[in-house]
């Protein structure tokens, strides 16, 4: 009964922090089981289809996030739920739309290989996808493309300079291009990034 209660505790605790990083120990405390109890219950969410886990995409440069995944809920009306979002509000979309984006890129491409990018200074990209022996592909979900920036692409694109950029966004009816300097972003709807993929 106690296994059943903190399990129970972690599923509602990550779902209200989907989206985020996963640090177990932190679950751990507050599920009061072992950290060790904490991936083994991700293991079985993750096997399961419940939550989808990204990992960080590194060529293990110092600068680089390598170790710590991020964890997003399958169904984005069970993350709405957690989260306490029943009236949704501008600054949640944003969020809901990077969910629903990975929920199709998984659909389409049956695999479960997509990650993302961060660097130890904060800088982040939604998702990387990076079949073997092909150059990264930077996919950065906005809910309305007027809200891209292109920074967090400019400082990937340093380290990793070839590969597509995207912005997917589902105010864009058809793709265009955009370059910011040398660094050029395909705009895309969701259904032309899915047929790129």
């Known amino acids: 009964l106690e296994r059943r209660h903190s399990f129970q505790k972690f599923f509602e605790l990550l779902l209200a922090a989907s989206g985020g990083i996963f640090e177990a120990s932190r679950y751990a405390i507050n599920c009061e089981v072992s950290r060790g109890t904490i991936v083994n219950y991700l293991t079985v969410l993750e096997a399961t289809y419940v939550v989808h886990v990204t990992r960080p995409y590194s060529t293990h440069r110092p600068t680089e996030i390598v170790s710590a995944p991020k964890v997003y809920g399958f169904d984005t009306g069970f993350v709405c739920y957690h989260k306490g979002w029943h009236d949704l509000r501008n600054e949640d979309l944003g969020s809901l739309w990077e969910h629903y984006v990975l929920n199709e890129i998984h659909s389409s491409l049956q695999s479960r290989k997509v990650q993302y990018w961060r660097?130890?200074?904060?800088?982040?990209?939604?998702?990387?996808?990076?079949?073997?022996?092909?150059?990264?592909?930077?996919?950065?979900?906005?809910?309305?493309?007027?809200?891209?920036?292109?920074?967090?692409?400019?400082?990937?694109?340093?380290?990793?300079?070839?590969?597509?950029?995207?912005?997917?966004?589902?105010?864009?009816?058809?793709?265009?291009?955009?370059?910011?300097?040398?660094?050029?972003?395909?705009?895309?709807?969701?259904?032309?990034?899915?047929?790129?993929?």
Not at 119 to 139: C, N, S, T
């Open 119 to 197: 660097d130890k200074r904060g800088h982040e990209v939604d998702f990387i996808w990076a079949p073997r022996g092909q150059d990264p592909i930077a996919i950065e979900c906005k809910w309305s493309a007027s809200g891209f920036n292109p920074a967090n692409l400019h400082v990937f694109r340093k380290q990793y300079p070839q590969g597509v950029n995207y912005v997917v966004s589902q105010d864009i009816d058809r793709k265009f291009q955009q370059n910011y300097g040398d660094l050029k972003v395909q705009f895309t709807p969701l259904s032309h990034l899915i047929q790129s993929l």
